[in-house]
């Protein structure tokens, strides 16, 4: 996320109120959201009642 230019804050907003959420592979989900001018794509995967984190992107780059 460093790299990206992703803050941690930016990664929790997305996966608390995305804009869309799709299904991925490998029963990933991918989050989407608008935020402080990037569109963000946040793929997770959802066990034992916490959400993993596998890749963020600013999709706009």
Do not use: C, Y
């Not at 992703?6 to 995305?18: A, D, F, G, H, Q």
């Amino acid at each position: 996320m460093k790299w990206r230019r992703i803050s941690e804050v930016e990664v929790e907003k997305t996966l608390t109120t995305p804009e869309r959420i799709e299904d991925s592979i490998k029963e990933r989900k991918n989050a989407f959201k608008h935020l402080n001018g990037k569109w963000l794509k946040i793929t997770f995967k959802e066990e034992e009642h916490q959400r993993i984190v596998v890749t963020v992107i600013d999709k706009n780059r």
